[in-house]
């Protein structure tokens, strides 16, 4: 199965800010089939971003994603107080899909 | 607007056998696989498996030999069993959407339900 790496893992922040945050395959990601999910504590996972850099419904443009292969990126440009979270990246081109263990974007 | 809502024992045994239900609402139910992911208090996610209405299933094969995943069209529901629970399948257990790719076995999670805490002790 693809290993996903992601880094760093804790990311400290002020809001106004832009946080990169890292996802490292260990092989090829299947035609960039790459999420990245929001997580709040005590909340379920939220879709953010698919495909390498498509934004889900309702995510705002201060969210981007970039990379293809075996490295990715998710960029928060001006990070708002609501933006304090975990972050997974996820591929899911093959099966089982996996995830990578997350990166903490904290004040 | 899709709503997912799990539920089921929050307490298993050892040995015994883990059941949880996902109630759908506000989707196509057939348009789409329903996947299931665990997540241990503080720790990482681990995709479990995914069922589509014709019962097509995949699962992880890390689980495999203990998982098994259906859909009641009926209900709108998908149900999850996983037999032969220890202490390391104690977890938040959430089910999720997950959009058909042609060609591929996705596990995309486009929509979360709010998981459902299930412990494993005797």
């Known amino acids: 199965e693809i290993v996903l790496t992601q880094s760093p893992g804790t990311l400290s922040l002020s809001p106004g800010e832009r946080a990169t945050l890292s996802c490292r395959a260990s092989?090829?990601?299947?035609?960039?089939?790459l999420a990245w999910y929001q997580q709040k504590p005590g909340q379920a996972p939220r879709l953010l971003m698919y495909g390498a850099s498509s934004r889900a419904t309702g995510i705002p443009d201060r969210f981007g994603g970039s990379g293809s292969g075996t490295e990715f990126t998710l960029t928060i440009n001006r990070l708002e107080p609501e933006d304090f979270a975990v972050y997974f990246c996820?591929?899911?081109?093959?099966?089982?899909?996996?995830f990578g263990g997350g990166t903490r974007v904290e004040i | 607007q899709v709503h997912l809502q799990e539920s089921g024992p929050g307490l298993v045994k050892p040995s015994e056998t883990l059941s949880l239900t996902c109630t759908v609402s506000?989707?196509?139910?057939?348009?789409?696989?329903w996947s299931w992911i665990r997540q241990p208090a503080g720790k990482g996610l681990e995709w479990i498996g995914r069922v589509f209405y014709t019962g097509i299933t995949h699962y992880n094969p890390s689980l495999k030999s203990r998982v098994t995943m259906s859909m009641d069209t009926s209900k709108n529901q998908v149900s999850l069993k996983l037999t032969s629970v220890s202490a390391a399948d104690t977890a938040v257990y959430y089910c999720?959407?997950?959009?058909?790719?042609?060609?591929?076995?996705?596990?995309?999670?486009?929509?979360w339900g709010q998981g459902a805490l299930v412990t494993v002790s005797s």
């Open positions: 092989q090829s990601v299947r035609s960039s089939y």
């Open positions: 506000g989707a196509s139910f057939t348009n789409y696989y």
């Open positions: 996820q591929q899911y081109g093959d099966s089982p899909g996996t």
């Open positions: 999720a959407r997950t959009p058909p790719i042609p060609g591929v076995v996705a596990t995309l999670l486009d929509s």
